[in-house]
């Protein structure tokens, strides 16, 4: 099945193997992660890995992640990233047979920190250097439908081992089949095709990574920031982009439901997901539309859709408590009458996932086509979406209020766009110069000299 795939040199071929490289591994820790609290009846030990997770994670993306990336290159980073999956999803398969297993998941969780901040570095890298201008959003759009049919497929595998269970929390087959599935995702990397054997669609060479010192590395940050000093306005839409993740999964579907319905929940969230991602591709990408235009359609999207989602979210966040859970549980079954008006704001916020996740990566890939400078991006991206996350999560853990992590998160994502805005308006153009294409500007001029 995949020799044909792996020998392919095509762009779309590589693109659709990165998937299934995610669908594998971050695809099954996104299955268990929307299960809320990680699949447990009590979520604190899953809230303290993830808050251990993103911390780690949020420093080696911003710089280890991106240079590492450029001095071993992208297949190789890809094939270490997906290794703390495994270990990830084997420490939730030890809790539940030790419960006081709680610290393995918390170091599992500091550890799949490290390994996710390449993948996702060499992953970002990878998605936005092969397609040409006019097919990012098209190439996003079919990296993160298969990436979430991964957690589509997972949720599935939940749901029909818990669907007759009355537990709170799921059995060890759900556990031993999401890790079989990561074990497969490692070796895939193995076969891609390395990237400097790339060709475009249109004929042109992907840029070729540059395996530089790590004093240069060091030295591209610093040039990238005073290049491109508008990114800076990008920041607080990457620091929301893995924020709201608490309150939807932790706060509202592991607070309301019971664990057939979590599971449910999960399948429609991330069924939602590919139709997101694909719909905004396509709006990104239309050929006979500028791509300034095409940027602000974008942004205009995601704004309605914040409002839509925490607006209805809102009337559902102000009728339970911490407290009132605790002492009189919902456990909302999907037969109950309550149920379907509550399942569709779960498939709403997978469309905001999807619609403000492939958005902040189009935006990046705008910016520039060459992939040292884009794992740069991809760093400052990873690494600031990680920190918000590692916020939400200790909020949690803490046990904060749910109105005040609900709250957060919809100030959050209403002020990474307002802030945005700015940066769209002046920096998208409707094509990259070739100065764009290199992280250190004296590279291109000494060419064009």
Same mark, same amino acid.
């Given at each position: 099945?995949?020799?044909? /795939?792996?020998?392919?040199?095509?762009?779309?071929?590589?693109?659709?193997?990165?998937? +299934?490289?995610?669908?594998?591994?971050?695809?099954?820790?996104?299955?268990?992660?929307?299960?809320?609290?990680?699949?447990?009846?009590?979520?604190?030990?899953?809230?303290?890995?993830?808050?251990?997770?993103?911390?780690?994670?949020?420093?080696?993306?911003?710089?280890?992640?991106?240079?590492?990336?450029?001095?071993?290159?992208?297949?190789?980073?890809?094939? /270490?990233?997906?290794?703390?999956?495994?270990?990830?999803?084997?420490? +939730? !398969?030890?809790?539940?047979?030790?419960?006081?297993?709680?610290?393995?998941?918390?170091?599992?969780?500091?550890?799949?920190?490290?390994?996710?901040?390449?993948?996702?570095?060499?992953?970002?890298?990878? %998605?936005?250097?092969?397609?040409?201008?006019?097919?990012?959003?098209?190439? $996003?759009?079919?990296?993160? &439908?298969?990436?979430?049919?991964?957690?589509?497929?997972? &949720?599935?595998?939940?749901?029909?081992?818990?669907?007759?269970?009355?537990?709170?929390?799921?059995?060890?087959?759900?556990?031993?089949?999401?890790?079989?599935?990561?074990? $497969?995702?490692? =070796?895939?990397?193995?076969?891609?095709?390395?990237?400097?054997? %790339?060709?475009?669609?249109?004929?042109?060479?992907?840029?070729?990574?540059?395996?530089?010192? @790590?004093?240069?590395?060091?030295?591209?940050?610093?040039?990238?920031?005073?290049?491109?000093?508008?990114?800076?306005?990008?920041?607080?839409?990457?620091?929301?982009?893995?924020?709201?993740?608490?309150?939807?999964?932790?706060?509202?579907?592991?607070?309301?439901?019971?664990?057939?319905?979590?599971?449910?929940?999960?399948?429609?969230? @991330?069924?939602?997901?590919?139709?997101?991602?694909? &719909?905004?591709?396509?709006?990104?990408?239309?050929?006979?539309?500028?791509?300034?235009?095409?940027? +602000?359609?974008?942004?205009?999207? !995601?704004?309605?859709?914040?409002?839509?989602?925490?607006? @209805?979210?809102?009337?559902?966040?102000?009728?339970?408590?911490?407290?009132?859970?605790?002492?009189?549980?919902?456990?909302?079954?999907?037969?109950?009458?309550?149920?379907?008006?509550? =399942?569709?704001?779960?498939?709403? =916020?997978?469309?905001?996932?999807?619609?403000?996740?492939?958005?902040?990566?189009?935006?990046?890939?705008? %910016?520039?086509?060459?992939? &040292?400078?884009?794992?740069?991006?991809?760093?400052?991206?990873?690494?600031?979406?990680?920190?918000?996350?590692?916020?939400?999560?200790?909020?949690?853990?803490?046990?904060?209020?749910?109105?005040?992590?609900?709250?957060?998160?919809?100030? /959050?994502?209403?002020?990474?766009?307002?802030?945005?805005?700015?940066?769209?308006?002046?920096?998208?153009?409707?094509?990259?110069?070739?100065?764009?294409?290199?992280?250190?500007?004296?590279?291109? =001029?000494?060419?064009?000299?």
């Amino acid at each position: 099945m995949w020799l044909p /795939l792996v020998l392919d040199r095509n762009p779309y071929s590589q693109v659709i193997i990165l998937g +299934f490289v995610c669908f594998m591994c971050p695809g099954m820790f996104n299955a268990l992660t929307g299960l809320g609290g990680g699949g447990q009846v009590d979520g604190k030990s899953a809230a303290n890995a993830n808050c251990a997770l993103y911390s780690t994670s949020a420093f080696f993306s911003f710089f280890p992640g991106s240079s590492i990336h450029n001095v071993l290159g992208s297949r190789l980073t890809l094939f /270490l990233g997906t290794f703390g999956y495994s270990l990830y999803i084997a420490s +939730f !398969l030890v809790v539940n047979i030790h419960p006081g297993a709680g610290a393995f998941v918390t170091t599992a969780g500091a550890l799949l920190g490290i390994c996710a901040a390449l993948l996702w570095t060499a992953q970002g890298s990878l %998605m936005l250097a092969y397609p040409t201008e006019v097919q990012k959003g098209r190439f $996003i759009g079919i990296f993160w &439908a298969i990436f979430n049919l991964g957690a589509v497929v997972g &949720a599935a595998v939940a749901l029909g081992n818990n669907f007759h269970s009355e537990a709170g929390s799921v059995g060890n087959g759900t556990y031993i089949g999401f890790l079989i599935l990561t074990l $497969i995702g490692v =070796c895939i990397p193995i076969f891609m095709v390395d990237p400097d054997n %790339m060709i475009r669609t249109d004929g042109t060479e992907v840029a070729r990574v540059r395996h530089l010192s @790590w004093k240069h590395e060091f030295y591209s940050f610093y040039l990238t920031l005073k290049t491109d000093p508008l990114i800076l306005l990008l920041f607080p839409m990457f620091f929301a982009s893995n924020y709201f993740y608490t309150w939807q999964f932790n706060d509202y579907n592991s607070a309301l439901f019971n664990i057939r319905t979590r599971a449910l929940n999960n399948i429609v969230y @991330w069924l939602s997901q590919i139709f997101g991602s694909v &719909a905004i591709g396509v709006i990104l990408d239309q050929p006979r539309v500028r791509r300034r235009v095409r940027a +602000f359609a974008g942004w205009g999207i !995601l704004l309605i859709m914040v409002f839509v989602v925490h607006v @209805w979210a809102y009337f559902y966040q102000r009728t339970y408590t911490r407290e009132t859970i605790t002492n009189h549980p919902f456990d909302m079954d999907m037969y109950d009458i309550a149920y379907p008006a509550h =399942c569709w704001l779960m498939i709403f =916020c997978g469309l905001l996932d999807a619609m403000w996740q492939t958005t902040a990566y189009w935006l990046m890939g705008a %910016m520039s086509n060459d992939p &040292a400078r884009l794992a740069i991006f991809i760093g400052f991206y990873k690494s600031l979406e990680s920190a918000g996350a590692a916020v939400a999560w200790r909020e949690d853990a803490i046990k904060l209020p749910y109105m005040s992590i609900f709250t957060s998160t919809w100030g /959050l994502t209403a002020a990474g766009l307002v802030l945005a805005f700015p940066m769209i308006y002046v920096r998208v153009r409707d094509h990259s110069d070739v100065i764009d294409e290199y992280v250190d500007k004296s590279l291109v =001029c000494s060419k064009l000299t």
